[in-house]
Protein backbone atom coordinates (compact mmCIF):
# COMPACT_ATOMS: atom_id res chain seq x y z
CA UNK A 1 0.00 0.00 0.00
CA UNK A 2 2.57 2.32 0.52
CA UNK A 3 4.48 1.92 -2.59
CA UNK A 4 1.30 2.87 -4.34
CA UNK A 5 0.90 6.21 -1.86
CA UNK A 6 4.52 6.95 -2.99
CA UNK A 7 3.49 6.41 -6.69
CA UNK A 8 0.53 8.92 -6.36
CA UNK A 9 2.42 11.37 -4.51
CA UNK A 10 5.00 11.42 -7.22
CA UNK A 11 2.34 11.33 -9.85
CA UNK A 12 0.71 14.28 -8.23
CA UNK A 13 4.14 16.01 -7.83
CA UNK A 14 4.58 15.49 -11.67
CA UNK A 15 1.01 16.64 -13.11
CA UNK A 16 0.94 19.71 -10.87
CA UNK A 17 4.09 21.20 -12.10
CA UNK A 18 3.49 20.65 -15.64
CA UNK A 19 2.12 23.75 -17.49
CA UNK A 20 -0.26 21.63 -19.90
CA UNK A 21 -1.92 20.14 -17.18
CA UNK A 22 -3.45 23.48 -15.70
CA UNK A 23 -4.35 25.03 -18.94
CA UNK A 24 -6.03 21.72 -20.18
CA UNK A 25 -8.20 21.63 -17.30
CA UNK A 26 -8.65 25.35 -17.62
CA UNK A 27 -9.92 24.74 -21.05
CA UNK A 28 -12.20 21.37 -20.27
CA UNK A 29 -13.92 24.02 -18.08
CA UNK A 30 -14.41 26.87 -20.37
CA UNK A 31 -15.06 24.59 -23.24
CA UNK A 32 -18.03 23.00 -21.36
CA UNK A 33 -19.67 26.10 -19.95
CA UNK A 34 -19.66 28.26 -23.36
CA UNK A 35 -20.71 25.30 -25.51
CA UNK A 36 -23.56 25.11 -22.81
CA UNK A 37 -24.14 28.89 -22.56
CA UNK A 38 -24.02 29.11 -26.42
CA UNK A 39 -26.43 26.14 -27.03
CA UNK A 40 -29.09 27.93 -24.43
CA UNK A 41 -28.64 31.07 -25.59
CA UNK A 42 -29.93 29.68 -28.95
CA UNK A 43 -32.46 27.96 -27.94
CA UNK A 44 -36.14 28.98 -27.92
CA UNK A 45 -39.21 27.14 -27.26
CA UNK A 46 -42.64 27.88 -27.12
CA UNK A 47 -43.80 24.19 -25.63
CA UNK A 48 -44.83 24.76 -21.95
CA UNK A 49 -43.98 21.93 -19.62
CA UNK A 50 -46.25 19.25 -18.62
CA UNK A 51 -46.79 16.63 -15.93
CA UNK A 52 -46.23 14.26 -19.23
CA UNK A 53 -42.94 15.59 -19.84
CA UNK A 54 -43.33 16.06 -23.43
CA UNK A 55 -41.31 19.34 -23.66
CA UNK A 56 -37.53 19.88 -23.82
CA UNK A 57 -35.38 18.01 -21.04
CA UNK A 58 -34.24 21.09 -18.86
CA UNK A 59 -30.92 19.65 -17.06
CA UNK A 60 -29.98 17.24 -20.38
CA UNK A 61 -30.22 20.66 -22.33
CA UNK A 62 -27.66 22.79 -19.91
CA UNK A 63 -25.33 20.10 -19.58
CA UNK A 64 -25.22 19.70 -23.32
CA UNK A 65 -21.16 21.59 -22.80
CA UNK A 66 -20.07 17.73 -21.94
CA UNK A 67 -20.56 16.63 -25.51
CA UNK A 68 -17.25 18.42 -26.35
CA UNK A 69 -15.93 19.10 -23.27
CA UNK A 70 -15.06 15.13 -22.63
CA UNK A 71 -12.64 15.51 -25.80
CA UNK A 72 -10.24 18.22 -23.24
CA UNK A 73 -10.54 15.98 -21.10
CA UNK A 74 -9.42 12.82 -23.07
CA UNK A 75 -6.77 14.81 -24.52
CA UNK A 76 -5.46 15.64 -20.59
CA UNK A 77 -5.71 11.89 -20.17
CA UNK A 78 -3.56 10.39 -23.31
CA UNK A 79 -0.81 12.97 -22.63
CA UNK A 80 -0.66 12.05 -18.79
CA UNK A 81 1.30 9.11 -20.31
CA UNK A 82 1.43 9.60 -24.22
CA UNK A 83 4.24 12.20 -23.37
CA UNK A 84 5.90 10.38 -21.22
CA UNK A 85 6.09 7.41 -23.99
CA UNK A 86 7.52 10.21 -26.33
CA UNK A 87 9.74 11.51 -24.39
CA UNK A 88 11.26 8.46 -23.10
CA UNK A 89 10.51 9.59 -19.72
CA UNK A 90 8.57 6.13 -19.06
CA UNK A 91 12.17 4.34 -18.25
CA UNK A 92 12.92 6.89 -15.11
CA UNK A 93 9.25 6.24 -13.91
CA UNK A 94 9.60 2.13 -14.57
CA UNK A 95 12.58 2.94 -12.84
CA UNK A 96 11.25 4.60 -9.63
CA UNK A 97 8.37 2.52 -9.60
CA UNK A 98 9.21 -1.11 -10.87
CA UNK A 99 5.56 -2.32 -9.56
CA UNK A 100 3.72 -1.27 -12.97
CA UNK A 101 0.37 -1.69 -11.66
CA UNK A 102 0.93 0.47 -9.08
CA UNK A 103 2.42 2.93 -11.98
CA UNK A 104 -0.79 2.68 -13.67
CA UNK A 105 -3.14 2.66 -10.35
CA UNK A 106 -0.97 6.04 -9.60
CA UNK A 107 -1.36 7.94 -12.81
CA UNK A 108 -5.43 6.68 -12.74
CA UNK A 109 -6.22 8.05 -9.40
CA UNK A 110 -4.25 11.68 -10.17
CA UNK A 111 -6.44 12.15 -13.50
CA UNK A 112 -9.33 10.96 -12.20
CA UNK A 113 -8.68 13.74 -9.10
CA UNK A 114 -7.74 15.87 -11.75
CA UNK A 115 -10.97 15.53 -14.20
CA UNK A 116 -13.39 15.08 -10.99
CA UNK A 117 -12.33 18.72 -10.02
CA UNK A 118 -12.62 20.24 -13.47
CA UNK A 119 -16.20 18.33 -13.73
CA UNK A 120 -17.43 19.76 -10.95
CA UNK A 121 -16.40 23.00 -11.51
CA UNK A 122 -17.51 22.84 -15.48
CA UNK A 123 -20.92 21.29 -14.41
CA UNK A 124 -21.38 23.38 -11.78
CA UNK A 125 -21.42 26.69 -14.34
CA UNK A 126 -23.50 24.71 -16.81
CA UNK A 127 -26.09 24.36 -14.42
CA UNK A 128 -25.87 28.37 -13.63
CA UNK A 129 -26.17 28.66 -17.05
CA UNK A 130 -28.76 26.75 -17.23
CA UNK A 131 -30.88 29.15 -14.52
CA UNK A 132 -29.96 32.01 -15.93
CA UNK A 133 -30.59 31.39 -19.31
CA UNK A 134 -33.65 29.07 -19.93
CA UNK A 135 -35.80 31.06 -18.95
CA UNK A 136 -35.38 33.50 -21.19
CA UNK A 137 -35.49 30.59 -23.78
CA UNK A 138 -39.06 29.77 -22.72
CA UNK A 139 -38.02 26.92 -20.73
CA UNK A 140 -38.81 28.08 -17.64
CA UNK A 141 -41.48 28.73 -14.07
CA UNK A 142 -43.45 31.01 -16.40
CA UNK A 143 -44.06 27.94 -19.36
CA UNK A 144 -44.45 25.42 -16.33
CA UNK A 145 -40.88 24.26 -15.91
CA UNK A 146 -39.00 24.59 -12.68
CA UNK A 147 -35.64 26.27 -12.57
CA UNK A 148 -32.67 24.20 -12.64
CA UNK A 149 -31.06 23.24 -9.43
CA UNK A 150 -29.39 21.33 -7.84
CA UNK A 151 -32.08 21.06 -4.98
CA UNK A 152 -33.59 19.22 -7.68
CA UNK A 153 -33.55 15.24 -7.36
CA UNK A 154 -33.10 14.37 -10.84
CA UNK A 155 -31.09 17.37 -11.94
CA UNK A 156 -28.49 16.61 -9.23
CA UNK A 157 -28.32 12.70 -10.52
CA UNK A 158 -27.59 14.18 -14.31
CA UNK A 159 -25.00 16.80 -12.94
CA UNK A 160 -23.17 14.05 -10.60
CA UNK A 161 -23.31 11.85 -12.89
CA UNK A 162 -22.20 13.84 -15.69
CA UNK A 163 -18.85 14.77 -13.45
CA UNK A 164 -18.30 10.88 -12.85
CA UNK A 165 -18.78 10.61 -16.98
CA UNK A 166 -16.20 12.90 -17.58
CA UNK A 167 -13.94 10.90 -14.97
CA UNK A 168 -14.51 7.91 -17.40
CA UNK A 169 -13.66 9.17 -20.15
CA UNK A 170 -10.37 10.44 -18.83
CA UNK A 171 -9.64 6.75 -17.47
CA UNK A 172 -10.68 5.25 -20.73
CA UNK A 173 -8.31 7.68 -22.55
CA UNK A 174 -5.40 6.72 -20.01
CA UNK A 175 -6.19 3.01 -20.59
CA UNK A 176 -6.04 3.32 -24.64
CA UNK A 177 -2.70 5.58 -24.38
CA UNK A 178 -1.06 2.90 -22.04
CA UNK A 179 -1.80 0.19 -24.23
CA UNK A 180 -1.40 1.88 -27.77
CA UNK A 181 1.84 4.03 -26.25
CA UNK A 182 1.36 7.09 -28.86
CA UNK A 183 -0.40 10.55 -28.13
CA UNK A 184 -1.53 11.07 -31.44
CA UNK A 185 -2.82 7.67 -32.43
CA UNK A 186 -4.11 7.60 -29.21
CA UNK A 187 -6.46 10.97 -29.41
CA UNK A 188 -7.81 9.33 -32.45
CA UNK A 189 -8.91 6.03 -31.21
CA UNK A 190 -10.57 7.60 -28.06
CA UNK A 191 -12.37 10.09 -29.72
CA UNK A 192 -13.41 7.75 -32.36
CA UNK A 193 -14.65 5.10 -29.69
CA UNK A 194 -16.64 8.57 -28.11
CA UNK A 195 -17.99 10.18 -31.81
CA UNK A 196 -18.52 7.68 -34.15
CA UNK A 197 -20.94 5.34 -32.96
CA UNK A 198 -22.95 8.33 -32.60
CA UNK A 199 -22.60 9.24 -36.39
CA UNK A 200 -23.53 5.88 -37.27
CA UNK A 201 -26.69 5.28 -34.71
CA UNK A 202 -28.11 8.60 -36.27
CA UNK A 203 -27.01 6.01 -40.24
CA UNK A 204 -29.37 3.03 -38.96
CA UNK A 205 -32.77 2.44 -37.73
CA UNK A 206 -34.34 0.48 -34.96
CA UNK A 207 -33.34 -2.18 -33.11
CA UNK A 208 -29.32 -1.85 -34.02
CA UNK A 209 -29.97 1.82 -33.51
CA UNK A 210 -31.05 1.42 -30.62
CA UNK A 211 -28.26 -1.62 -29.96
CA UNK A 212 -26.01 1.15 -30.33
CA UNK A 213 -27.31 3.64 -28.30
CA UNK A 214 -26.87 0.83 -25.30
CA UNK A 215 -23.36 -0.69 -26.12
CA UNK A 216 -21.64 2.45 -26.69
CA UNK A 217 -19.89 4.53 -24.61
CA UNK A 218 -20.60 7.59 -25.03
CA UNK A 219 -24.63 7.58 -25.88
CA UNK A 220 -24.58 4.95 -22.96
CA UNK A 221 -22.63 7.23 -20.33
CA UNK A 222 -24.80 10.57 -21.01
CA UNK A 223 -28.10 8.76 -20.74
CA UNK A 224 -27.35 9.97 -16.54
CA UNK A 225 -28.29 13.37 -18.43
CA UNK A 226 -31.73 12.37 -18.70
CA UNK A 227 -34.52 13.63 -16.38
CA UNK A 228 -37.95 13.30 -18.64
CA UNK A 229 -39.22 10.65 -20.50
CA UNK A 230 -37.05 8.21 -19.06
CA UNK A 231 -39.01 4.94 -20.42
CA UNK A 232 -37.88 6.39 -24.15
CA UNK A 233 -34.03 5.99 -23.29
CA UNK A 234 -32.38 3.22 -24.49
CA UNK A 235 -30.82 2.25 -21.09
CA UNK A 236 -31.67 3.66 -17.43
CA UNK A 237 -29.62 6.51 -16.19
CA UNK A 238 -27.25 5.10 -13.74
CA UNK A 239 -27.10 1.27 -16.15
CA UNK A 240 -25.35 3.66 -18.89
CA UNK A 241 -22.74 5.13 -16.22
CA UNK A 242 -22.25 1.07 -15.94
CA UNK A 243 -21.47 0.35 -19.17
CA UNK A 244 -18.79 3.46 -19.35
CA UNK A 245 -17.43 2.03 -16.67
CA UNK A 246 -16.83 -1.10 -18.14
CA UNK A 247 -15.71 0.40 -21.31
CA UNK A 248 -13.05 2.50 -18.79
CA UNK A 249 -12.46 -0.62 -17.10
CA UNK A 250 -11.44 -3.00 -20.33
CA UNK A 251 -9.12 -0.40 -21.39
CA UNK A 252 -7.26 -0.03 -18.22
CA UNK A 253 -6.98 -3.71 -17.51
CA UNK A 254 -5.90 -4.01 -21.55
CA UNK A 255 -3.31 -0.90 -20.41
CA UNK A 256 -2.35 -2.87 -17.71
CA UNK A 257 -1.66 -6.00 -18.77
CA UNK A 258 0.51 -4.16 -22.36
CA UNK A 259 2.45 -2.08 -19.40
CA UNK A 260 3.45 -4.70 -17.44
CA UNK A 261 3.87 -7.58 -20.22
CA UNK A 262 5.98 -5.36 -22.96
CA UNK A 263 9.55 -3.70 -22.25
CA UNK A 264 9.44 -0.11 -22.39
Excluded at 8 to 13: G, K, L
Excluded at 112 to 121: I, R
Excluded at 170 to 176: P, Q, R
Excluded at 231 to 246: C, E, K, N, R, T
Aim: aromatic share 4%; net charge positive; charged share 10%.
Amino acid sequence: MSGFVDAARAEWVKQRTLPGTVWLCVAAVVTTIAVSATVLSATHTSAAGDPGGAGPDPAKLTLTGVLLGQAVIAALAVLAVGDEYGTGMIRVSVTAIPRRWHLLGAKAAVGAGLTALAGVVAVGGCVLAGRLLLPGAGIGPAHGYQLVSLGNGPTLRAAAGSVVYLVLVGLLALGVTTAIRDSAVSIGVVLGLLYLPLLLIQAVNDPLRRHLAQIAPMTAGLAVQATTNLHQQALSPWAGIGVMAAWAGGTLLLGGLTLRLRDV
